[in-house]
């Protein structure tokens, strides 16, 4: 089954730095890979997501990049702000399972 | 008009009882999951609910049992509750029941058996 590895495990960027989270994963029929964003206490929300017939989606602050060749996609966070401190949750599917989710990350962005 | 909601929020209990955790959606979708998260923040899939049939059933132990009396509801049920069982457990819900639509999650029910 598909196995999603998730790095780093914790991140501590200054405030307008950015982050940068990455994954691997081990299926190469997984073809739609989101983003979930969970702040503390409170419950995950999808903020991106990729399809891999697309090389790279942003979204504001926001981008994510797909390598299908090398399995391993990213989250790519520009102007950190102390609202993105959060654990940032990857994920992989074919469309025939469910989701896998990576192991988070925990960002903190330091005012 | 919260679109997922779980009962109750917190839920201390002792080992062996068995308890109950509900879950709402308004959302009108079709599919509903639970998933544990346990206190290392592990986001696993437990079960999902298709139009009220169970259409995944990971490597759960059988004291967990989800009953779906309707396709806006998925209760969880837990039989002779363990240490191990302490942890965070959402409900979430998808459109279609597709693999590659976004959840929407509820807000937990954070769960400590003693």
Redesign the interface.
């Given at each position: 089954g598909e196995n999603v590895e998730q790095h780093p495990s914790t991140l501590s960027v200054q405030e307008g730095d950015s982050a940068v989270i990455k994954c691997t994963y081990s299926d190469s029929a997984s073809n739609y890979f989101p983003w979930y964003k969970q702040e503390l206490g409170k419950r995950p929300q999808l903020i991106i997501d990729i399809r891999s017939n697309v090389g790279e989606k942003k979204d504001q602050r926001i981008a994510v990049t797909l390598n299908k060749t090398a399995k391993h996609f990213s989250l790519h966070i520009t102007e950190t702000q102390p609202e993105d401190s959060a654990v940032y949750f990857c994920a992989a599917s074919d469309g025939n399972t469910p989701l896998v989710f990576g192991k988070g990350t925990r960002l903190s962005v330091i005012a | 008009d919260t679109a997922v909601s779980q009962t109750p929020k917190y839920l201390v209990t002792q080992m062996g009882n068995d308890k109950s955790i509900k879950c709402e959606q308004n959302l009108g979708h079709d599919t509903m999951?639970w998933y544990k998260q346990d206190s290392?923040?592990?986001?696993?899939?437990m079960f999902?609910y298709n139009n009220k049939e169970l259409i995944?059933n990971e490597t759960v132990p059988n004291r967990f049992s989800p009953k779906s009396p309707d396709k806006a509801h998925l209760n969880l049920h837990i039989n002779s509750l363990e240490l191990g069982d302490s942890a965070v457990y959402?409900c979430a819900s998808s459109r279609y029941g597709?693999?590659?639509e976004?959840?929407y999650?509820?807000?937990?029910t954070r769960l400590l058996v003693l």
């Open positions: - | 999951y290392k923040k592990f986001l696993k899939i999902s995944i959402f597709g693999n590659q976004t959840q999650f509820g807000p937990g």
